[in-house]
């Protein structure tokens, strides 16, 4: 319970995150632009009307060292200053500009400084933004030196108020608040709907795993995205499938385990109450009994080997040693061994061995393997029938056959018989002391050996197993 509260707390912290980083670099991104549009429109319209009162100021310069006569200068002056956005102010004392005397509307200022009045004296333009001295409000002006002689005989004052250079701004200022409005409320709802498709899915893994902690792994996140998050929330339903697999398992195993321990302990403690109670009679039925009990504390011990054995080979950590080692070699000393078994049952081993086959692996282990399939051989063939052993050599790989003349599997039951505990015969397997546990067993060892296990049977046609192992690279 202390994950889930931990998760819930990392969910909202994370939707509080995205939506405030969202909002923040919307509303950023919109100051910023809007910053950026003021910026360049006023360094790009403005810096265009420099030019524009420039450009006009050498043409009446150029008109000026051309015109007849004073008269005709004038006339074009006042021409600029009527069809222009510019008002031209021409002078030919330029200590008139820095008085400001003759011009109404510059009346109680100069109209250049001091020091633009020696850039003008040596030749040089002046171009000024400065606040209109009378209405408050900026000007653009820009003062052209006329030279005679290399002295300086007058001035042309160009100026525009720069509340006509914004004006045509003015009139889209509504329309690009509006927009601005309009276009953060779109980044804000995007946001709000993102967050909450981002957020949904961990959501829903938080309500799961709250389910999962309780032991129910039946819930899956309904993936409707294939981004990241898809990703994660498609795994997670994997995990819970695994889980809720591993799940089904271990109830199996425990129900498997109970299931094998409780035949046995119920023999044992009906026939050590018969023996306690004078129940069993004479020696012989206590000689009986107690046989009973040891056979069936004998199955108890491998039962329990067989489990410890397979949790090792389960466990991915478990070593394994790799060294090469002469197979058919191998199969010969396990089938010495089950020469007594064979003729007290009447059953021929027919063999046919590859001696030259190495593979790499562990000669304990592959031991267990071939005597593990050969018990199950035994235990399923009928006397005087023959059990077929055969090695031989695949391409890169050594393949072990053991084809015994038992009743066969149905198709149907082949995939399940390399399942713990299941049995074919459960009645006869039992009988004859096996745990269920043998070809599972054989299963993990060759898959620890990166090998492969297959059975091949039917009904009436016996079984027959395969081990397929990698051969010896020197």
Same mark, same amino acid.
């Given at each position: ?15 509080? /995150? ?10 950023i ?19 265009? @009307? ?16 051309? +015109? +007849?006569?004073?008269?005709?200068? #004038?006339?074009?002056?006042k ?27 510059? !009346? ?16 040089? /333009? ?20 006329? %030279? ?7 001035? %042309? ?38 967050? #909450? ?9 938080e ?23 898809? #990703?994660? !929330?498609?795994?997670?339903?994997t995990?819970?499938s695994?889980?809720? !697999? ?7 195993? %425990?129900?498997? &385990?109970?299931?094998?321990?409780? *035949?046995?302990l119920?023999?044992?403690?009906g ?7 004078g ?48 197979f ?15 003729? @007290? ?17 562990d000669?304990?282990? %592959? ?13 399923? *063939? ?46 006869? *397997?039992?009988?004859?002391g ?9 299963? @993990?060892? &060759? ?15 016996g *079984? ?8 010896? &690279?020197?």
């Amino acid at each position: 319970m202390g994950s889930g509260v931990q998760i819930r707390g990392i969910n909202y912290g994370l939707k509080q /995150k995205i939506w405030t980083t969202i909002s923040i670099v919307a509303v950023i991104t919109i100051i910023f632009g809007t910053g950026l549009t003021y910026y360049l429109y006023e360094k790009f319209y403005v810096e265009k @009307q420099k030019e524009i009162l420039i450009m006009q100021g050498e043409e009446l310069k150029k008109f000026y060292h051309q +015109a +007849a006569n004073k008269t005709e200068f #004038n006339k074009r002056v006042k021409w600029t200053d009527e069809s222009s956005d510019a008002k031209v102010i021409f002078t030919e004392d330029p200590m008139l500009l820095s008085a400001g005397i003759p011009y109404e509307e510059f !009346a109680d200022n100069s109209l250049i400084t001091f020091d633009e009045r020696q850039k003008l004296l040596a030749g040089k /333009k002046v171009i000024f933004i400065r606040e209109h001295p009378r209405f408050h409000q900026d000007i653009l002006a820009v003062t052209i030196p006329l %030279l005679k002689n290399g002295q300086l005989a007058g001035a %042309l004052f160009l100026y525009m108020p720069l509340a006509d250079v914004y004006e045509p701004f003015k009139s889209i200022r509504p329309v690009l608040i509006l927009s601005l409005i309009v276009l953060l409320t779109i980044v804000l709802w995007l946001g709000h709907k993102m967050t #909450n498709r981002l957020i949904k899915p961990l959501k829903e893994m938080e309500a799961i795993s709250k389910k999962m902690s309780q032991g129910d792994f039946s819930q899956r996140i309904e993936v409707q995205q294939s981004d990241e998050v898809g #990703n994660l !929330a498609a795994s997670f339903n994997t995990l819970a499938s695994s889980l809720e !697999a591993v799940d089904q398992k271990r109830r199996e195993f %425990l129900q498997n &385990v109970s299931h094998e321990l409780r *035949t046995p302990l119920s023999y044992m403690k009906g026939y050590t109450e018969a023996i306690l109670d004078g129940v069993a009679g004479d020696t012989a039925a206590v000689e009986k009994y107690v046989t009973i009990i040891h056979n069936e504390t004998d199955r108890m011990q491998r039962l329990v080997h067989d489990l410890l054995d397979l949790a090792q080979l389960e466990d991915d950590s478990y070593p394994m040693r790799n060294e090469p080692l002469p197979f058919a070699q191998l199969i010969t000393d396990v089938v010495d061994r089950f020469e007594l078994t064979a003729s @007290q049952k009447g059953i021929q081993l027919i063999q046919n061995l590859d001696d030259e086959i190495i593979v790499n692996g562990d000669s304990d282990r %592959l031991e267990q393997v071939v005597s593990n399939l050969l018990a199950n051989a035994f235990r399923y *063939t009928p006397p005087g029938k023959p059990i077929q052993i055969t090695l031989m050599k695949e391409r890169m790989t050594a393949v072990l056959r053991i084809q015994d003349s038992g009743p066969g599997i149905s198709k149907e039951e082949l995939p399940k018989v390399i399942e713990r505990f299941y049995r074919v015969d459960h009645a006869r *397997t039992r009988k004859e002391g096996g745990t269920g546990l043998g070809l599972a067993i054989v299963y @993990q060892i &060759v898959k620890k050996h990166h090998g492969e296990f297959l059975i091949d049977s039917d009904i009436g046609c016996g *079984t027959t197993v395969m081990v397929k192992l990698p051969l010896f &690279v020197g």
